[in-house]
């Protein structure tokens, strides 16, 4: 917003001396105010808002990288037996039980929540879904319990806690984020490692994971669809991609990946590596069974001396008699 009056009594006293005080006058300060209006304001006016845009959009960025940073470094909670359950109301909750690994052991559905089906059916069914949670809890040695945050998610968390109450069950439960657990549950890579499995049991596997190796299990996800940013829709794209995949990159760089567990997806964030040479090393562990030294990473397929130069670093062998190999 600016004095329009200071500005063109500005502009009237720098031309004052060339064309004022003459016949030609009154059409010079008509040239004047119409160039004014017509042309020069309407030029600053989109060059300050643009530079306010771009300053708005850098910092939204920013604050996208930030609060991603964060979530991937999580604290894993390792070598817990987990029951992931992704809370629903008509459809009923799914449950995955997991092992300490992360694998997939066994799934279900319970239908605690549903309503609108007359009391003794809503009884029947809660105690049902009682029972059969038990059951689970003792047969899998269940240590906890993660419970997504969407829909149903406060009834499910009560319903979970009269269960480890009323059954005397040596486990607890965790509420965790659902956030982009349907984008990956839906994606081509949750087809290829779930086949049989419907989109709702997947996104109780999701759940569960992510409590169990955040990282590992976030990094299948596009960062946008985690939902901690805002206006990511308004900003530059390609700029927030970069930001984001550079985030990724820090993050796994700076934890380090096992690469007797990896994935491909976390692999292919590794320096040095790409999508492919993940691929090989994944396919490396199915033939050969656990990679034992750093020495045996030079075997692999597409890795290189510069490639290993670059991602040995960055990749810890855990079973490895050298300890330096475990770092």
Known sequence: VVDEERVLATIYKIMRSFYFDNEASKAVKEAIDDGFKRLLYPSIEREVRNALTTRAQEQAIEVFAVNLEQLLMTSPLKNRRILGVDPA?????????LSECGDFITKDVIYPNEKYKGEQHIEKRILEAKVKVAKIVKDYNIDLIAIGNGTASRETEEFIANVINEYKLNCEYVITSEAGASVY????????????LAVEERSAISIGRRV???LAELIKIDPKSIGVGQYQHDVNQKKLDESLNYTV???????????NSATVELLSYVSGLTKKTAENIVEYRKENGKISTREEVKKIKGIGPKSYEQA???????????????T
């Open 249 to 259: 990159q820090k993050v796994v760089n700076n934890v380090g990946v096992n690469i």
């Open 185 to 196: 549950s839906a994606s081509e890579l949750a087809k290829k490692e779930y086949p049989d």
């Open 89 to 97: 109301y008509r459809t009923g909750c799914k449950l995955a039980v």
């Open 312 to 326: 040995i670093g960055f990749l810890k062998i855990l079973d490895s008699k050298n300890p330096l190999d475990k």
């Open 212 to 214: 169990l190796e955040p």
